[in-house]
């Protein structure tokens, strides 16, 4: 079991920056594929990024790419998201997930309370 705890959500201006962490604690996250995911309300929720256990290899949707990098420090337990030139469409509740799987899998084990960022034009 593993259980993941998000922080570092807020208020920002549209342009300005956050940066999100996902603290694990029951098993290492080592041997899990891990995922930043996001909710709008109304909205389906998006995979915004995820990274391979060893950090090697990291996927981007394109809605966030080359503004956003996910990483992870497996020595911490801790998964980092971090936000630049954020936008008010990227207002949503985030999510942090690990996975079994692969990184091309979309099926997630493990889920976090989520954190608020809400971006203000």
């Known amino acids: 079991q593993v259980q993941l705890v998000e922080s570092g959500g807020g208020l920002v201006q549209a342009g300005g920056s956050l940066r999100l962490s996902c603290a694990a604690s029951?098993?290492?996250?080592?041997?899990?594929?891990m995922g930043w995911f996001r909710q709008a309300p109304g909205k389906e929720r998006e995979n915004v990024a995820r990274?391979?256990?060893?950090?090697?290899?990291?996927v981007y949707a394109d809605s966030v790419k080359g503004r956003f990098t996910i990483s992870r420090d497996n020595a911490k337990n801790t998964v980092y998201l971090q936000m630049n030139s954020l936008k008010p469409d990227d207002t949503a509740v985030y999510y942090c997930?690990?996975?079994?799987?692969?990184?091309?899998?979309?099926?997630?084990?493990?889920w976090g309370q989520g954190t608020q960022v809400t971006v203000s034009s």
């Open positions: 990274i391979t256990r060893s950090g090697a290899t990291t």
């Open positions: 029951g098993r290492t996250i080592s041997n899990y594929i």
């Open positions: 997930a690990a996975s079994q799987r692969n990184i091309y899998s979309y099926d997630y084990d493990y």
